[in-house]
Nanobody, 119 residues
Framework: QVQLVESGGGLVQPGGSLRLSCAVSGFTLADYAMGWFRQAPGKQREAVSCIGSNERSTYYATFVKGRFTISRDGAKNTMYLQMNSLKPEDTAVYYC????????????WGQGTQVTVSS
């Protein structure tokens, strides 16, 4: 069965770094477009970074450009989000998601991992 499991969240100080991982089971990661999303209390979910099945195609929200890097490792069937220069406003639950071939919607979602950046 398809499963996405996030890990790597935690508490960090402003300016610190975290590396989030999304372990995928039930499908081949390389065949899917993937994305990282986040949701803070009282706010709607927003896209952070996405990567196409063609890894040359990437998207970064303006609020993370130059700070976050999305990547994927097909051999490990795992997607990553390297987060540097973290800010308090980055505090949110971060979710990974997968878009099956031929679609632009996200069909599978993980349960989320909490990222908290102290003041």
């Amino acid at each position: 069965q398809v499963q996405l499991v996030e890990s790597g969240g935690g508490l960090v100080q402003p300016g610190g770094s975290l590396r989030l991982s999304c372990a995928v089971s039930g499908f081949t990661l390389a065949d899917y477009a993937m994305g990282w999303f986040r949701q803070a209390p009282g706010k709607q979910r927003e896209a952070v970074s996405c990567i196409g099945s063609n890894e040359r195609s990437t998207y970064y929200a303006t609020f993370v450009k130059g700070r976050f890097t999305i990547s994927r490792d097909g051999a490990k069937n795992t997607m990553y989000l390297q987060m540097n220069s973290l800010k308090p406003e980055d505090t949110a639950v971060y979710y990974c998601a997968a878009s099956k071939p031929g679609t632009i919607t996200y069909d599978y979602w993980g349960q989320g991992t909490q990222v908290t950046v102290s003041s």
